[in-house]
């Protein structure tokens, strides 16, 4: 039998009812690198997720605490919208995958994991991401830290531009 070793799991299974919103919490902390942070609009912000489904999995937040897509203005609407672009963009330059699945998870019964601030995923998608080890395994095999998908990530923004 072969093992995988994902250390970086056991902070997720271990972490319960999270207190606070990440989505608010970790920009008010001002330590971008540490807490995943690629960029910084106006009214919303790219991240990348703690618990990716695939390597460069990201999500898109508004600043606004709200779980209520009709409390975002037009505004916040539309930057998010440039966001998700933009995303596709840098991962594309970056990690040239073969699709993505873009989404947000409304409620609970949705999937949402965090129900009370929006966000959208951008998963990208290589033909073939998709093997036994989910389905049987019920394990998903991340071939690079985080840190390192950031520092790839945030390097290739400097040669893109803003988005």
Not at 109 to 117: K, M, S, Y
Not at 139 to 152: D, F
Request: with cysteine; charged share 25%; hydrophobic share 40%.
């Amino acid at each position: 039998m072969k093992r995988l070793w994902a250390p970086w799991r056991m902070k997720y299974i271990q972490q319960g009812e999270m207190e606070g919103c990440i989505f608010c919490d970790k920009p008010k902390e001002n330590r971008d690198k540490e807490n995943l942070i690629l960029w910084r609009g106006k009214t919303a912000f790219i991240m990348l997720n703690s618990f990716p489904y695939n390597p460069g999995h990201l999500m898109i937040a508004p600043f606004k605490h709200t779980a209520d897509m009709y409390d975002l203005g037009d505004d916040e609407l539309l930057e998010i919208s440039k966001l998700l672009r933009y995303s596709m963009r840098l991962l594309t330059a970056e990690m040239n995958p073969d699709g993505f699945n873009l989404g947000v998870n409304l409620g609970r019964p949705a999937g949402a994991g965090i129900e009370d601030h929006l966000h959208w995923h951008v998963v990208p998608r290589w033909n073939g991401d998709t093997n036994f080890m989910p389905v049987v395994g019920e394990t998903k095999v991340l071939p690079e830290s985080l840190e390192a998908t950031y520092e790839k990530l945030k390097k290739k923004m400097e040669n893109l531009g803003a988005p």
